[in-house]
């Protein structure tokens, strides 16, 4: 009796952290399981997505307020398409620039949200996009002499 009570409670304790140790793992890796739903996804097109990946932030004003969601190329152009969180509100004349953390940090897309009247649907376009800096290619253009 006294030992199927302690089997119990240790049964327990084990069921509780393989469910802390999941909800951890979903958390961690940004996954959306839980409460990931009624995002609004938004798609801009850049001359260049270099360093960008699928789950990098999306900041505006250094608050991140989605993540990128899939990368694909539309002729000689990438097509980013990234989820903001409900509530975050895009205009017509929204600027998404590609940034870097640091000197060599992660890169991320950073919104600026923009002030027109007209809203951007769910599905819509930023039309105007800044990319990213090459550090590879400004580097190559330096040493060989290219600079502009």
């Given at each position: 009796m006294n030992n199927t009570k302690l089997e119990l409670i240790v049964g327990v304790f084990v069921l509780a952290g393989i469910a802390a140790l999941t909800?951890?793992?979903?958390?961690?890796?940004?996954?959306?399981?839980?409460?990931?739903?009624?995002?609004?996804?938004?798609?801009?097109?850049?001359?260049?997505?270099?360093?960008?990946k699928t789950g990098s932030t999306?900041?505006?004003?250094?608050?991140?307020?989605?993540?990128?969601?899939?990368?694909?190329l539309n002729g000689e152009?990438?097509?980013?398409?990234?989820?903001?969180k409900p509530g975050v509100k895009l205009y017509g004349d929204s600027i998404a620039s590609?940034?870097?953390?640091?000197l060599i940090g992660d890169k991320y897309v950073s919104i600026s949200p923009g002030g027109s009247q007209?809203?951007?649907?769910?599905?819509?376009?930023?039309?105007?996009?800044?990319?990213?800096?090459?550090?590879?290619k400004a580097i190559s253009e330096f040493i060989h002499g290219n600079v502009k």
């Open positions: 909800y951890m793992a979903v958390k961690l890796g940004k996954l959306e399981v839980i409460g990931g739903g009624n995002q609004t996804e938004i798609h801009a097109e850049f001359d260049s997505a270099t360093g960008l999306v900041e505006i004003a250094g608050v991140q307020v989605g993540q990128v969601k899939k990368i694909e152009r990438a097509v980013v398409s990234f989820s903001v590609i940034k870097t953390r640091g007209k809203e951007l649907p769910p599905g819509g376009k930023i039309r105007e996009t800044e990319s990213g800096l090459d550090f590879e």
